[in-house]
């Protein structure tokens, strides 16, 4: 049986990440929906790839909360408060738009990313260990072609 000691600070971590990643989800859904320029087709099916990386990372995070005696944060308003990336408009956004707001999403969840990894490897914590790295290797891509865009 595996035993898990994690502390309430490590929860409290884990919480503003998975608010981070609620937002960032629902920014995802208001760019691909969007989306005006030339570029949409290509545009669109990155970010369908995106919001399938970002929900299966969502569930998987929650799962791990709960797992180790948390409870995830559901609640919208507590979403807005915690989260540190805020929610865009909805508006029309060009393809220079999205690559700006995704980068800067996506560089505060890949900080986090490497935090709770941090954590995780001081505390022996596979679980989380595990789930991040998975996570990493597609936010490693996605940042380094935002970047390059």
């Keep these: 049986m595996e035993v898990l000691f994690i502390n309430f600070n490590y929860t409290d971590m884990l919480n503003q990440y998975l608010t981070n990643i609620f937002i960032t989800k629902n920014n995802l859904y208001n760019l691909y929906f969007n989306l005006k ?3 949409i087709s290509n545009i669109q099916k990155e970010l369908e790839n995106d919001i399938l990386n970002f929900n299966e990372f969502y569930c998987n995070l929650a799962f791990l909360i709960k797992k ?3 409870y995830p944060i559901m609640s ?4 807005k408060t915690i989260s540190t990336i805020k929610e865009i408009s909805s508006k029309d956004y060009t393809a220079n738009d999205i690559n700006t ?3 800067k999403n ?4 890949n900080n986090m990313n490497k935090q709770v990894f941090e954590y995780a ?3 022996y914590d596979i679980s989380s260990i595990n789930l991040v790295l998975d996570f990493n290797k597609y936010l490693g891509k996605r940042v380094g072609v935002l970047k390059n865009s």
Excluded at 76 to 79: K, M, R, T
């Design 37 to 39: 320029g030339e570029e």
């Design 68 to 70: 180790i005696g948390g």
């Design 76 to 79: 919208l308003d507590e979403n």
């Design 101 to 103: 707001i995704l980068l």
């Design 106 to 109: 996506l560089t505060v969840i």
């Design 121 to 123: 490897l001081k505390n």
